[in-house]
């Protein structure tokens, strides 16, 4: 007994099953990617494959009303090359961009939508158009032109597409989600990164020039240790600024500015370990940011300064305070010290306020001694926040 030929139902119903199988095992593809680029591409792919299209595009919205990316499938080096531009977001695939529903059209020419094609690009006639769209927000639309079988998409296409389409939504906030986790896990490496190199390899250089300075003060030395002595901290402050040139986009701005605080906290910590002299530090948490330059050209002359009252002033306090008065910060390490005359101060003492006079002016600003014997030395070093 020869077997009953297939009923058009019964075909119906194992072409029904061969698409849900298809797009169950595409939606299991584009899901199981985490990078966005190359999910962006195979939802693409796999759009063009499940209703037999010649060509496919998913183009993603930008915030100025066109594409931020425009994913194409089906389109060869040489088609891709003749085209003068990307398609941009008019005609019909800037209608479909005011759209919530899907667009299908059998004949593109005879469309009034049908404008902004680009120079170069190739022929196409059968349109199927479907937006990918997530709790409201679009995340891109699919577009797929010319079905291999010669004609127009019908509702089954659109079906199939509007179902991948909402499985490319899940894909793709996925994908965008992980690159979010990756970018948060960087950021937290980078921080730390900055932090331990700020905090300990930076710090302790500094304290090593802390000590350095002291040491100088105790012990005299002649005009070629002395020189000797200037190049030691040349090399350290060398060393110091290509760590920081290595951190500087490690940290954020705020960080940054956290940071200023810190070092002379650090400085002062120092101070008192070695000088045995108390340290006052009163820097505002509102102060407005400074940039790199002047962080550490500010923290190298309150250095300068500390080294300078450790040597000379014989004191048993010192205020290092930070203002901001209009748009200028006005730095002043003050000390209760035996004082001098600024007018008769001689090479080479004068070394260390010449390079604190010399930082300054490099940072646009002032610099000013107040000191009279007897009545202890105030600093005041004023740059200007934007010069």
């Known amino acids: 007994m020869m077997n009953a030929s297939p009923s058009p139902n019964n075909m119906t119903t194992d072409k029904c099953m061969q698409m849900l199988d298809a797009l169950t095992q595409a939606a299991a593809t584009i899901t199981r990617e985490l990078s966005l680029p190359r999910t962006l591409q195979a ?3 796999i759009a063009r494959e499940l209703v037999g299209a010649r060509y496919a595009a998913l183009g993603v919205p930008g ?3 066109g594409f931020q990316t425009f994913v194409t499938s089906g389109l060869s080096a040489e088609q891709l090359q003749q085209m003068v531009r990307e398609p941009r977001a008019m005609g019909l695939l800037g209608a479909l961009m005011e759209s919530d529903k899907p667009i299908r059209v059998d004949n593109l020419s005879a ?19 479907v937006p990918i769209i997530s709790r409201g927000t679009r995340l891109g639309n699919l577009y797929l032109t010319e079905p291999l079988d010669g004609e ?8 199939l597409i509007v179902l991948l389409a909402e499985h490319a939504a899940v894909a793709i906030e996925n994908a965008r989600l992980s690159a979010q986790l990756q970018e948060m896990a960087l950021s937290r490496e980078r921080d730390r990164i900055g932090m331990e190199l700020h905090d300990g390899v930076i710090q302790s250089v500094y304290a090593v020039g802390m000590k350095l ?7 005299p030395m002649t005009p070629e240790q002395e020189e000797q002595y200037a190049s030691i901290l040349d090399d ?3 060393i110091i600024e290509e760590i920081r040139l290595y951190i500087r986009d490690l940290r954020s701005a705020r960080d940054e500015q956290a940071t200023f605080k810190q070092r002379l906290e650090t400085l002062a910590r120092h101070f008192r ?3 045995h002299v108390d340290v006052t530090v009163d820097v505002p948490s509102s102060l407005r940011v400074l940039n790199d330059r002047q962080r550490h050209s500010l923290t190298q002359i309150v250095r300068e300064a500390l080294s300078n009252v450790a040597r000379h002033a014989q004191a048993t306090h010192v205020t290092v305070k930070v203002r901001e008065v209009d748009n200028w910060l006005k730095l002043t390490v003050e000390d209760n010290g035996r004082g001098f005359d600024p007018a008769t101060v001689q090479d080479p003492e004068s070394f260390g306020l010449r390079n604190m006079q010399q930082r300054a002016i490099r940072l646009s600003g002032t610099f000013t001694i ?6 202890g030395t105030r600093i005041i070093v004023q740059v200007p926040f934007r010069p």
């Open 370 to 375: 107040d000191s009279a014997p007897g009545e």
């Open 236 to 238: 350290l402050n060398q």
């Open 111 to 129: 469309d009034p939508r049908s404008a902004g094609v680009p120079e170069g690009h190739p022929f196409m006639r059968r349109f199927l158009g």
């Open 63 to 65: 915030e100025d009303g």
């Open 43 to 45: 939802i693409v792919d």
């Open 213 to 219: 300075e002291i040491l100088r003060g105790r012990f």
């Open 273 to 275: 370990d070695f000088a």
């Open 152 to 159: 127009p998409f019908d509702k089954n296409d659109e079906r």
